[in-house]
């Protein structure tokens, strides 16, 4: 050992003692790495393919730790400890609310969520679920923050308000300059076109981090609620030009036998939780996972490629799609964030039709803002949790045999033509239910969430039968269009138990359409078409159009993205191929599956629907460019509220022209 080395050594022996304190009474050099480690570990956690931390990001990290406490070196010790004491708090409870959420929902919390913060509350045994023991790590350090301030070296006196000013501003700019060096080449770089689009939220946190990430959407938000620019002529007419031609599509499938073949009956909508495709017409140990919906196939249209076109706002998504016909937002829902607006929706054009229009769902009125969209969108009347008798305790509220029981004595009572829309509850996440509920053997996949989730969508079946024996019973069921679809996949990523329960290996193109896969069964009053199956594509933003098609009312003037899927098989040519678009840019045609991912994963990838095997990207782009032009035109609309503007500009127009040919 070379005698440099040696006197370096006997200097840090003789200075510990005074080195220590300087440390623990600094704060920072134990707040910045214990704070580093927990994002390590949520990043290791969340386990993002292609989104390992690396060097890069420890930096990023580091330079945004530094610039949210550096603030706290112009405080005195013990001031300073406390506030990086509370500092790690909130911090630490920001990144566990993030990986709750993640597991659940496979994204961050962006602000449009925390403006649903009260909902968290209600999610009870779904969070309770998502917990492991190994979050503990997350706390470790609490005990150690706590009582750093009231140590005896908290009380001595540290450096000079000058000097923790030049301090402070030594760490901020070092802090500014380790995050922004690195975003900035990354942004020129690989993620060059990545800010700004309507990505997944986790790869904007790939290039700037956790509480980057935050800074970044707050500003996003705050620019679209505060700053935004007014859409410009041109766009605005570009999506105007798009309705007007979806709309001419829909009349011209209005030339087909079946619009207005049932012309005044009632609509009866049922919106299943979680229910997906794989399960239908599917045995497992023996069992029938759906006997009752296997059962009614034989007298119902049943879709086989149909798909939820869901986002972050999942259930509230797939109301506003199947209801509205148009889709979702990227980030948050509709439902909270433009409540405000104007929309073509079912119950409000069956409502100017002469329908009595309710809602049921054994739920607070208020989640996902209910009491006040189902009113915006047209129905008279919503029943709520509080209109229940909760004689059926299961899972979040009341459980699907008695809710639909209840809901069926309401329904009998309406004055007809009636559309009753209901939303079932009791197959949501984690899908723990009591062995009350049901008598589903899940064989090897007992005490798993993938065997819960059978129990519970066979239990759900069963809920199901019940209620459609009762309107049956009581005449409904011959006079009346039911639909019964599924709002959006499981959750659950367990590729093995799904891969065991189908028999059979699955591509990673399999995978996302099976995720994608809910069903649609409808059965019309007469009984006609019932057992066949329908191979076109369908989305949720068709079952509107296909309901108004059927009752024989007009859409051609609506603001809608959907298609009616029952008009004759030639119609449905005629009006071009069928494009089943999602929100992240993904789509299918039933022969073609694009598969959107942002820049940094390479770019979206095409595949062949039919065997899932990977396909040249040139075959995708045309339908990639229609896909896209969907998108934007539904996007503007929601965001803009180009419906109110559209209809204000009729109604003057039409007011002018009746000035002018009476004088």
């Not at 979050?135 to 009582?147: E, M, T």
């Not at 009956?265 to 029938?288: D, T």
């Not at 309901?547 to 009006?575: C, F, K, Q, W, Y």
């Not at 609309?637 to 000035?659: C, F, M, N, P, Q």
């Amino acid at each position: 050992m070379s005698a440099t080395m040696i006197n370096l050594l006997r200097l840090l022996r003789d200075r510990a003692p005074r080195l220590l304190p300087a440390v623990l009474r600094s704060g920072l050099p134990l707040f910045v790495p214990a704070m580093l480690v927990k994002l390590a570990l949520f990043n290791n956690w969340i386990d993002v393919q292609y989104m390992e931390m690396d060097a890069a990001d420890a930096v990023i990290a580091a330079g945004t730790l530094l610039l949210l406490s550096g603030w706290t070196l112009l405080l005195p010790v013990r001031a300073r400890l406390v506030s990086l004491a509370a500092l790690n708090i909130l911090l630490t409870l920001i990144l566990y609310a993030d990986l709750l959420y993640f597991r659940y929902f496979q994204d961050l919390i962006s602000v449009p969520v925390l403006l649903q913060a009260r909902q968290v509350g209600s999610l009870g045994g779904s969070i309770a679920a998502l917990l492991e023991p190994n979050d503990a790590l997350l706390f470790l350090d609490w005990p150690v923050a706590a009582l750093l301030p009231w140590l005896k070296l908290a009380r001595k006196r540290g450096k000079r308000a000058g000097t923790r000013r030049a301090v402070c501003a030594a760490v901020c700019a070092a802090g500014f300059l380790m995050t922004a060096l690195p975003i900035h080449e990354a942004r020129t770089g690989w993620a060059k076109g990545l800010f700004g689009a309507d990505w997944w939220n986790v790869s904007i946190y790939n290039v700037v981090g956790l509480y980057g990430f935050h800074a970044y959407d707050a500003y996003q938000y705050m620019k679209r609620q505060y700053a935004s620019m007014p859409l410009a002529a041109e766009a605005e007419a570009e999506s105007a030009d798009w309705f007007a031609q979806r709309g001419k599509a829909r009349e011209a499938l209005s030339r087909d036998d079946r619009y207005g073949a049932y012309s005044g009956k009632n609509v009866i909508m049922i919106q299943v939780e979680a229910l997906q495709s794989f399960v239908i017409g599917r045995e497992w140990n023996g069992q029938p996972v759906t006997p009752r919906l296997n059962e009614l196939l034989g007298e119902s249209v049943y879709f086989e490629r149909f798909y939820h076109q869901t986002a972050q706002g999942r259930t509230s998504d797939a109301e506003f799609a199947a209801q509205c016909s148009l889709h979702p937002l990227a980030s948050g829902s509709v439902y909270i964030r433009h409540a405000d607006r104007a929309y073509d929706c079912l119950p409000g054009m069956l409502k100017e039709a002469g329908y009595a229009t309710a809602a049921f769902h054994a739920y607070d009125g208020g989640f996902w803002n209910r009491n006040v969209m189902y009113d915006r969108i047209g129905f008279d009347a919503f029943y709520s949790k509080k209109h229940f008798v909760l004689d059926e305790p299961l899972g979040w509220s009341l459980g699907d045999r008695s809710f639909l029981r209840q809901s069926a004595e309401r329904i009998e009572r309406l004055k007809q033509p009636f559309y009753a829309f209901l939303v079932t509850l009791s197959s949501h996440h984690p899908y723990a239910l009591p062995a009350s509920a049901g008598s589903f053997d899940a064989g090897e996949f007992e005490g798993t969430i993938f065997g819960n989730y059978l129990a519970a969508v066979h239990y759900a079946d069963a809920a199901l039968g019940e209620f459609v024996d009762r309107l049956k019973a009581s005449g409904l069921w011959d006079d009346s269009i039911v639909v019964i679809y599924g709002d959006h996949d499981n959750s659950i990523a367990e590729w093995p138990q799904y891969e065991l329960f189908l028999g059979r290996p699955l591509k990673p193109a399999e995978r996302l359409l099976l995720m994608r896969e809910v069903p649609l069964i409808l059965h019309l009053p007469d009984g006609a078409m019932g057992g066949e199956v329908r191979s076109e594509p369908g989305g949720q933003l068709d079952i509107a159009p296909t309901i108004l098609h059927l009752l024989g009312m007009d859409t051609g003037s609506r603001v809608m993205a959907g298609l009616p899927l029952l008009a004759d098989r030639e119609h449905n040519a005629s009006a071009g191929e069928r494009l089943i678009v999602f929100r992240n840019g993904s789509f299918t045609d039933g022969q073609l599956y694009y598969t959107a991912r942002p820049p940094e994963e390479g770019g979206g990838l095409c595949y062949d629907a039919q065997t899932g095997d990977p396909l040249p990207g040139s075959r995708c782009e045309a339908a990639k460019s229609a896909a896209e032009e969907e998108i934007v035109a539904s996007a503007r609309v929601v965001e803009h509220g180009l419906i109110d503007k559209w209809r204000h500009a009729e109604a003057a127009s039409t007011k002018a022209k009746t000035a002018d040919r009476f004088g």
